[in-house]
């Protein structure tokens, strides 16, 4: 599986969101993921906290993104 990390932000010390795009059996899919980093270590890993879809629907997570900071002011 090939993996590009698009986008990385920092939830905390011990956590990230990763954003990437994947290619498994001939589909390309986004992840959005939370990643944590165990105690001792220095590499993040993933958890089951995230979502993966078909790179089809990313115009519509773009749509609901943009209407929710719209709803709510973003800060960063």
Avoid: W
């Avoid at 969101?17 to 939370?34: A, C, E, M, P, Q």
């Avoid at 993966?52 to 609901?64: I, M």
């Amino acid at each position: 599986m090939e993996e590009t990390i698009v986008h990385t932000f920092q939830k905390s010390e011990s956590e990230e969101g990763r954003i990437s795009l994947r290619n498994y059996k001939g589909k390309t899919y986004v992840d959005l993921r939370v990643f944590f980093k165990p105690k001792g270590e220095e590499t993040f890993k993933p958890t089951k906290k995230g979502l993966t879809l078909d790179v089809r629907f990313l115009g519509e997570l773009l749509s609901g993104i943009e209407k929710a900071c719209a709803k709510e002011p973003v800060t960063a």
